[in-house]
């Protein structure tokens, strides 16, 4: 593809920073009529989104950097996950006590029930965060091991 459109290194991210906007945009102004533990959820996913933008245009400024690059696949990763916790949390097997699904919203018995849903969120973004550099960390040392050079270890 280079070869017919010659692109700066960078293009790439700074077209996939611009892609992540427009999702933040969007997730940011369809979060502000969600409520409650719908409304938590939907706001460390801005966040998370918001982590992808960064991370993207730091790889448009620094392209050849590593740890950019490794952060912004956490990054994506990390989004792509929370799509699907949220999904199971809150519209699946997964809704915490105390609150339940009523037409089209999530609704919470009380305040007591509302704040476990929220903490149980932060466990469940610390355990996929958790997840995510557990799994990044042992690729990472296969790789090493497997593909790395020899004479760097001695």
Request: charged fraction near 10%.
């Amino acid at each position: 593809m280079f070869r017919f459109l010659p692109l700066p290194d960078g293009a790439l991210s700074l077209v996939a920073a611009t892609a992540f906007c427009a999702e933040y945009l969007l997730f940011y102004f369809h979060s502000t009529t969600h409520k409650g533990l719908e409304g938590y959820y939907h706001l460390i996913l801005v966040l998370l989104i918001g982590l992808c933008v960064v991370s993207s245009m730091a790889g448009a400024l620094l392209p050849a950097s590593f740890p950019v690059d490794l952060t912004n696949g956490i990054a994506m990763t990390l989004q792509g996950l929370w799509f699907y916790q949220t999904a199971f949390s809150l519209y699946g097997p997964m809704m915490p006590n105390g609150c339940q699904l009523e037409g089209d919203r999530i609704v919470c018995g009380s305040t007591v029930s509302r704040v476990r849903g929220e903490l149980l969120a932060n466990v469940q973004l610390f355990s996929l965060v958790l997840g995510v550099l557990v799994a990044v960390v042992v690729s990472y040392g296969y790789a090493a091991s497997r593909y790395g050079r020899g004479e760097l270890g001695r």
